[in-house]
């Protein structure tokens, strides 16, 4: 039976893939039958994300998406591609009266200009094949909300899914779609463990979910999927809302 959300016979990359939301990706990308690309700049951790990969054809490419030499080197070392998950990302809560230029080059270039560089290197070589899927993992904040001392990534957020609306309008005539999944807090390993929220604050945020929970990992990764396959043909340009409801109350 045809499954239109299978990735069989699809080489994808997916960058920020050591940890967090770009792990799931790849490892639920390689279940659907995908070739993958993995990149992230902790080796190590990029080891344990290839050892979990299902199925056989996957590489790695050590890449810091901070650094436009890096950039270069994985756009010139990648295949050709069906498709691209952005998800290397990276956030510091500062109020607007403490906002400081290395703070926002910084959160700039990682959020913004990292991945709108590396899919302009990747279109200019023809490593984008026609009718291939780019996704960015943007976020709620800067698109349908904002937090206190979010200014800075929220900035860098509103840019990516500009960016994106642009691309998705200049690429459709090659069948290139470009979309952005937008998550509110996704529980990752590190959010459990570095103690950003007690448990009461905790069960005090789920309180504005809802669902009742907040997100785990695959809540987004099974999005990007639908988005890199050939399930979503006719869709491009859109933002991704995944909240469960946070945005409703």
Same mark, same amino acid.
């Given at each position: 039976?045809?499954?239109?959300?299978?990735? &069989?016979? /699809?080489?994808?990359?997916?960058?920020?893939?050591?940890?967090?939301?770009? @792990? !799931?990706?790849?490892?639920?990308?390689? @279940?659907?039958?995908?070739?993958?690309?993995?990149?992230?700049?902790?080796?190590?951790?990029? @080891?344990?994300?290839?050892?979990?990969?299902?199925?056989?054809?996957?590489?790695? #490419?050590?890449?810091?998406?901070?650094?436009?030499?890096? #950039? /270069?080197?994985?756009?010139?070392?990648?295949?050709?591609?069906?498709?691209?998950?952005?998800?290397?990302?990276?956030? /510091?809560?500062?109020?607007? $009266?403490?906002?400081? $230029?290395?703070?926002?080059?910084?959160?700039?270039?990682?959020?913004?200009?990292?991945? #709108?560089?590396?899919?302009?290197?990747?279109?200019?070589? $023809? $490593?984008?094949?026609?009718?291939?899927?780019?996704?960015?993992?943007?976020?709620? !904040?800067?698109?349908?909300?904002?937090?206190?001392? &979010?200014?800075?990534?929220?900035?860098?957020?509103?840019?990516?899914?500009?960016?994106?609306?642009?691309?998705?309008?200049?690429?459709?005539?090659?069948?290139?779609?470009?979309?952005?999944?937008?998550?509110?807090?996704?529980?990752?390993?590190?959010?459990?463990?570095?103690?950003?929220?007690?448990?009461?604050?905790?069960?005090?945020?789920?309180?504005?979910?809802?669902?009742?929970?907040?997100?785990?990992?695959?809540?987004?990764?099974?999005?990007?999927?639908?988005?890199?396959?050939?399930?979503?043909?006719?869709?491009?340009?859109?933002?991704? @809302?995944?909240?469960g409801g946070y945005t409703l109350i």
């Open positions: 039976m045809n499954n239109p959300f299978s990735l &069989e016979n /699809k080489t994808v990359l997916i960058t920020g893939a050591s940890s967090g939301i770009g @792990k !799931s990706v790849s490892i639920e990308c390689a @279940k659907m039958g995908a070739k993958v690309i993995i990149t992230g700049r902790n080796e190590n951790r990029l @080891k344990d994300t290839f050892n979990e990969l299902e199925g056989d054809g996957h590489n790695m #490419i050590v890449a810091d998406l901070s650094n436009m030499n890096d #950039i /270069k080197e994985l756009a010139n070392e990648c295949s050709k591609l069906d498709g691209i998950s952005h998800n290397a990302g990276i956030a /510091k809560i500062v109020p607007v $009266k403490f906002v400081n $230029k290395d703070d926002l080059d910084n959160i700039l270039f990682t959020n913004a200009t990292g991945p #709108i560089f590396l899919t302009q290197m990747l279109l200019r070589s $023809k $490593k984008i094949k026609n009718n291939a899927s780019v996704v960015f993992t943007s976020s709620l !904040s800067g698109i349908y909300c904002v937090h206190y001392g &979010e200014s800075m990534y929220a900035a860098s957020k509103g840019a990516l899914s500009g960016f994106a609306k642009g691309a998705a309008l200049e690429l459709a005539a090659q069948g290139i779609r470009v979309n952005c999944v937008n998550p509110s807090i996704i529980q990752t390993h590190i959010f459990e463990t570095t103690g950003v929220l007690s448990d009461e604050e905790l069960k005090e945020k789920i309180k504005n979910y809802p669902l009742r929970r907040l997100g785990v990992p695959t809540d987004v990764s099974y999005a990007i999927i639908y988005f890199l396959s050939d399930a979503s043909s006719w869709v491009t340009g859109n933002d991704l @809302k995944i909240d």
